[in-house]
């Protein structure tokens, strides 16, 4: 069977989309920080070069082939995590300790079932580095939380 990634253009398909996952990661993560004060012209740029010197790499885009999967399912689960917290939460009253409570309720339940999570045949990725994963999503969702709780003595911005 012939498809759209095999033939004369599969070599190109090859470099395509880890340029393009580089890209648009690297553009988003410029965008939301909003370092070059909403000059999207400076991002794409920068976004651009960053994706181009790492396609050249061959190690990149190999362990990014071999990443893909499971960040495909990690930004679909953030994906549906963050439109579900957009649902069910108001912008007026805001909390975000129950958000901190459900991290923390679903970073025990990881915890407990990472042994038991089947992973392909062959995978380099043991469950050691599964929960090193979680643990560090952990922690940054922490300061994450943390930065926006409105702490005693501090200003609102």
Do not use: H, R
């Amino acid at each position: 069977m012939v498809s759209l990634f095999s033939g004369p253009f599969s070599i190109y398909f090859y470099y395509l989309i880890p340029f393009i996952f580089t890209f648009s990661l690297v553009f988003g993560v410029l965008t939301i920080s909003n370092i070059f004060n909403k000059q999207k012209n400076v991002n794409v740029m920068i976004a651009l070069a960053i994706s181009l010197f790492a396609t050249i790499s061959e190690e990149y885009v190999s362990i990014l082939y071999s990443w893909l999967p499971y960040l495909c399912v990690l930004f679909i689960v953030i994906f549906f995590v963050v439109m579900l917290k957009n649902i069910f939460i108001k912008k007026d009253s805001e909390q975000n300790w129950p958000i901190l409570i459900t991290i923390a309720i679903l970073f025990l339940v990881l915890m407990t079932i990472y042994p038991s999570i089947p992973l392909p045949s062959g995978s380099f990725i043991s469950s050691q580095d599964v929960l090193l994963v979680i643990g560090i999503t952990f922690v940054v969702l922490i300061l994450i939380v943390g930065s926006k709780v409105n702490w005693p003595g501090t200003q609102n911005e």
